[in-house]
């Protein structure tokens, strides 16, 4: 499991770069505030505040995986708990009408995230590899199961609900509406993404690092892998915990799905498919798939196949995750010589999405013929409408695929060519790969 | 009691071998591999339904030949088309793609034969009860499983033992880069355990087909459990694998038939517990916990015995 | 390349583009269209679109056309959530949904929310299949309809028919580990302690939902506890497989079900062989002896090839439409408070209630098993050749529950 990713935590920042590094972050404020003033429905801003949990509960999950190298399917349990702690809070602060505002309950959850953590991952951090996968595995098994046994705190499949209006009201909101619920949440993705931005740059967060590369000389120099692995499993926990109660802020509920597989191995997709290489691949993933989620279902009955595809697809092709694919291409940039692949994956993209067309097109004229096969053969897909019966959509997908997977095998070779010539350039002209 | 005895142990037996039939293929592919193979079970669904297609228009008995056959043949090709790609990316990326394969294969299985469960037959030739015990009719379809299953497990035996491709194989369930470094064509023997692997899923598959069910979600009902009878058995150990999956099986089907409860031992000692919050805990049966059974054996086994019952090799 | 693309994309007729250009009432539909629950899920989708081609083919309600929009929820409370706000945004002012009380339960309570939260866009929710009675008792709300009988009322009739069969001696429960599971298990107890306190419980098991492959084990312990009769709320594939088990070890009793008769149950029971020894207690079926709902089941059989499964979203379409010509208003709130203790003549004949104080909807109930079929029954079930046949039925009057609801009304 040493292999997953390859690159080393950035070097510290020089003087310069300050001003530029910290104006990110307050670009990013700008854009989290700015945000609802241009797309304001309510499902928008649902949308909006469902990609916030998202990013904190995907980067949580790359101290694991990305950061410290270790593969679990089980991070939801964390977030979970924290989830159902956070709805049960609330419950008790307006049961007790304790002076805490809602803004302060994520805290609740991050809490009970890292208590559980702590708890848990003594026993389950002393082995790394695919014997702490398991353990992962078999105790989320284990969490999620016993949330249908114990009822009086789970409530049940059904799970437990409360009203997050019924709070202390801090400057007038009693955050009712969505909108009010997207700032609480953007203001704390802003505040965890930083936290757990610093952490990466702290002795801890390179000790990780260490420890994902190469343990036995983490041991050498006198640090105890065991210990560097269970605080990352810890913090891992607490940011999993705050963006569990999140969500059970957002929906005013919590039941066993948070603690479930699917919820897991969202998580686990989501961190992948951004790249987990990176700092901001998790971010970019989470917002991917949060859109692939919540979208493909509306456009496709057969969604999951998509999303099984694409999966592979990302999986075979770019490894490295979106972000990878595009970091890739930093130094090509930094040498200037970015142009001459261009050319090249124009040429490529062309008979690869005539290949992707064709076999969509395959695709939902199968499922028109065995899901609906008395209905009108003029079905839509993607918006496109298209008649399943005509021989023709039959021929013209099957051209598409044959004919865009061979010039689409010849013209990713030649991209391959002009990236090794145009990265050779590059380098010559002095910048490192 | 002796009848529940008997009877629990009987199916116990039976869930067990069925169990033993899919994670012999894994246990093989993963200590080769050391690749989580997630879509193992999706390729026991593919064989019951192939087999129930092919005994559709030749009978089952064919079915029970050309599905596996099939469903290898596909798993031979993954192995050689996908995972090898994928293999130089690491692990996760290995895992990840089964992952996406088995959302695949369930979502092409329900393209295909739909999302209710298909009318998939026991032979006429075997559709009779085999014996009677304590009133209990024992179809002589569950017997013909456990005899597969039995013959399964010597003729893998045998082979690995016995053949030359078997002596390879063992070589690299334990040392595997060894076998690569004596110049054997480890990609050829990859791909010939993973068609092998996947076959026997399959095989499993045209057998439960009949006997359970045979529906688009039966892959991920089984799926977890999988992993647990591999790990707990330990890696590249086939009798390890056959004797997590007895023992599985026994105690699934033991903790189903007990009816003890928390409140039921002790609660006698203290009745108003069972008012409060620990209620739940207070009064849950063994027979409603009986499912989650071999997770918590597998977190167990996993502290205090890393290697499982009889690894050879650490996880 | 791309001319080949545009070629292809030019050839294909541009149709499906039905222009809708006057308004339409739009019902959002957030049931299961993907994953495990997605056969149950579609067949619902066709019901409803089938009610609202009749809906229109009569001129709509009020003059404007009924559309059905589809909105997949994947059986998750959370994604429901996701999916109402999406259909309210796409003005949706009347969410359906049926499958999972889970999921009923949060669509209640968020809409509840929503509609204190935002006055004068009201939604309302009509429940059609979600039967955990706390719906309408402790969590009832002014905004949620239920138009099947909840499994309080369910086990009432019931138990009214098995306390008058002296056969039944023994009885072994066994349930699904959720909520819905649970009320049946202690509602039986209850009940059947009340009625006939000669009747032995000899078992009483819950196992865990959707999850058993093989019910070999729980066969082998009704076997063991000698019981004749076995009641379950059992749905979807642990009906299937249980029946199945039970026929394969060879165990002879009579089973009284909630759900048998749903999809891969009639085949199930047909495989095994159980010839009326499974009943289920249903608001309706195919062969009840009524000329309209006969016609009914013709027509729609003809044109979706599925039998109807949802007398009550019958039931749910059509007291809509009456409600909203009585509110002369396509206003939630008005046509809520039109539906309050309106008396309805249901689909399989007989008068039902949609009870004000908890807004639960009364109807007849009747008790039918499976097997082969005399002329009094044409029609069969899932192409077995087996059909449903009545056995008893329960008036209206004799449903009636008693509700611990209390309502807030705007």
């Known amino acids: ?433 | 009691m002796l009848e529940l005895i008997v009877i629990s142990t009987l199916n116990g037996v039976l869930y067990g071998m069925l169990l033993f039939l899919m994670a012999s293929g894994l246990t093989v592919i993963f200590s080769m591999l050391g690749v989580l193979n997630f879509a193992h079970a999706s390729f026991y669904m593919l064989g019951a339904f192939f087999g129930f297609q092919i005994s559709r228009w030749v009978g089952f008995w064919p079915a029970l030949l050309i599905a596996p056959l099939l469903a290898g043949a596909i798993g031979a090709a993954v192995e050689r088309y996908g995972l090898r790609r994928v293999h130089k990316n690491g692990h996760v990326a290995e895992l990840l793609f089964t992952f996406g394969l088995a959302f695949a294969i369930e979502e092409i299985v329900q393209i295909i034969w739909g999302k209710s469960p298909v009318d998939f037959r026991v032979p006429p030739l075997l559709d009779f009860p085999a014996f009677t015990i304590f009133s209990t009719n024992y179809p002589a379809f569950k017997m013909f499983m456990l005899l597969v299953s039995v013959a399964i497990f010597l003729g893998l035996l045998l082979a690995l033992k016995k053949t030359r491709i078997g002596l390879i194989v063992q070589a690299a369930l334990t040392h595997p880069h060894m076998v690569g470094h004596l110049g054997h064509n480890v990609g050829r023997i990859f791909m010939l355990v993973f068609g092998v692997g996947t076959a026997l899923a399959a095989v499993a598959g045209v057998i439960a087909g009949p006997a359970l069910v045979t529906q688009s979600n039966m892959a991920g009902l089984l799926g977890p459990i999988l992993f647990v009878v591999v790990v707990v058995g330990g890696l590249g150990s086939l009798p390890g694998a056959f004797i997590a999956s007895l023992l599985i099986g026994l105690l699934q089907t033991f903790a189903v038939s007990m009816n003890a409860s928390l409140a039921g031992l002790l609660g006698p000692l203290s009745p108003d517990l069972a008012q409060s919050w620990l209620s739940d805990i207070w009064n849950v049966t063994i027979a409603q916990i009986a499912p989650i059974m071999p997770y918590l054996l597998l977190v167990l086994v996993l502290i205090f015995r890393p290697m499982g019952l009889l690894g050879t090799r650490d996880t | 390349m791309r001319r080949l693309v545009v070629a292809a994309a030019l050839a294909l007729p541009m149709l499906g583009q039905a222009a809708i250009a006057q308004e339409t009432v739009k019902l959002g539909y957030i049931d299961p269209l993907s994953g495990g629950g997605a056969s149950v899920g579609e067949g619902g989708l066709k019901t409803f679109q089938y009610l609202a081609e009749e809906l229109n083919a009569k001129g709509g309600i009020l003059g404007k056309k009924v559309e059905i929009v589809p909105l997949d929820n994947k059986t998750n409370p959370q994604e429901s959530l996701i999916q109402a706000q999406k259909a309210i945004d796409a003005g949706v002012r009347y969410v359906t949904q049926g499958n999972g009380s889970a999921v009923g339960g949060a669509l209640s309570d968020f809409v509840t929310k929503y509609n204190e939260r935002n006055p004068g866009k009201e939604v309302l929710y009509y429940n059609y299949a979600a039967v955990d009675p706390i719906l309408t008792n402790d969590k009832c709300s002014f905004w949620h309809f239920r138009w099947d009988a909840n499994s309080d009322i369910k086990m009432e009739a019931l138990t009214n028919y098995m306390k008058d069969q002296p056969a039944i001696k023994k009885v072994y429960l066994i349930n699904q580990d959720y909520s819905f599971g649970q009320s049946v298990r202690t509602t039986a107890r209850a009940m059947l302690a009340k009625k006939r306190s000669d009747i032995q419980i000899v078992g009483d098991e819950l196992h865990p939902l959707l999850k058993i492959t093989d019910f070999a084990p729980y066969v082998a312990k009704i076997k063991a506890s000698g019981a004749d009769t076995v009641v379950t709320g059992n749905w979807g594939q642990d009906i299937a497989l249980l029946l199945k088990a039970s026929a394969d070890a060879g165990l002879k009793v009579n089973w009284y079900t909630y759900y048998a008769g749903g999809s891969g149950g009639p085949t199930a029971i047909k495989q095994t062989g159980l010839n009326h020894q499974v009943f289920q207690i249903t608001e309706g079926f195919a062969n009840v002896d009524h000329k309209e709902s006969q016609d009914f089941e013709k027509a729609f059989r003809a044109k979706v090839d599925l039998s109807l499964w949802y007398p009550r979203a019958v039931n749910e379409m059509r007291m809509f439409a009456a409600a909203a010509e009585k509110a002369k208003s396509l206003e939630p709130i008005k046509v809520a408070q039109a539906l309050e203790d309106m008396k309805f003549e249901v689909f399989n004949g007989g008068e039902g209630i949609m009870r004000k104080d908890d807004h639960q909807f009364f109807q007849p109930i009747y008790i039918s098993s499976f097997g082969e079929r005399s002329e009094k029954e044409p029609f069969d079930d899932e192409k077995t050749g087996w059909g449903w046949k009545l056995v008893a039925k329960v008036d209206t009057a004799q449903t009636m529950l008693p509700t611990t609801c209390k309502m807030d009304r705007p």
């Open chain 1, 1 to 433: 499991m040493r292999d997953i990713t390859v690159s080393a935590a950035p070097p510290p920042p020089a003087l310069a770069d300050k001003l530029k590094f910290y104006g990110i972050w307050v670009g990013v404020a700008l854009i989290l505030l700015l945000l609802p003033k241009i797309l304001s429905s309510g499902g928008s801003l649902t949308t909006f505040s469902l990609i916030g949990i998202s990013i904190i509960f995907a980067l949580s999950y790359n101290i694991l995986l990305g950061q410290t190298g270790m593969l679990s399917f089980g991070h939801a349990v964390y977030y979970g708990l924290g989830g159902f702690l956070a709805i049960h809070a609330i419950n008790f602060i307006v049961g007790h009408k304790f002076p805490i505002p809602l803004p302060l309950v994520p805290m609740i959850g991050g809490a009970t995230g890292l208590f559980f953590a702590a708890l848990i991952g003594w026993v389950s951090t002393q082995r790394s590899g695919t014997a702490f996968a398991m353990i992962s595995l078999g105790l989320a098994e284990l969490v999620a199961s016993s949330a249908l046994i114990l009822r009086s705190f789970f409530g049940g499949e059904a799970g437990v609900s409360a009203n997050r209006t019924k709070l202390l009201k801090v400057f007038d909101w009693n955050f009712g509406p969505q909108i009010q619920i997207y700032y609480l949440v953007a203001a704390w993705t802003l505040v965890a993404v930083i936290a757990m931005y610093a952490l990466t740059r702290t002795p801890l967060g390179r000790m990780c690092n260490a420890v994902r590369d190469n343990p036995e000389r983490v041991q050498f120099v006198g640090y105890d892998p065991h210990v560097i692995r269970y605080l990352a499993f810890c913090f891992a926990g607490f940011f999993a915990g705050i963006a569990g109660a999140l969500a059970a802020i957002n929906f005013e509920i919590a039941n066993s799905a948070y603690l479930g597989a699917v919820q897991s191995g969202t998580v686990l997709f989501a961190a992948y498919i951004g790249g987990i290489g990176f700092f901001i691949g998790p971010i970019v993933g989470a917002i991917f798939v949060t859109f692939l989620s919540l979208g493909l279902s509306d456009v496709t009955p057969v969604w999951q196949l998509y999303f099984g595809l694409f999966f592979i697809a990302v999986v075979m092709f770019a490894p490295g995750g979106i972000t990878g694919l595009l970091m890739m291409h930093r130094p090509l940039l930094k040498g200037g010589t970015m142009l001459r692949v261009l050319p090249s994956y124009a040429v490529a993209l062309l008979p690869t999405l005539a290949m992707v067309i064709g076999l969509m097109l395959a695709i939902e004229s199968t499922v028109h013929y065995t899901v609906n096969p008395s209905e009108n053969p003029h079905i839509r897909a993607f918006g496109i409408p298209f008649n399943a019966a005509s021989p023709l959509t039959w021929a013209a997908a099957l051209a598409l695929i044959v004919v865009g997977f061979a010039l689409a095998r010849l013209s990713w070779r030649r991209v391959g060519h002009a990236w090794d010539e145009a990265l050779t350039t590059a380098r010559q002209n002095g910048v490192a790969a």
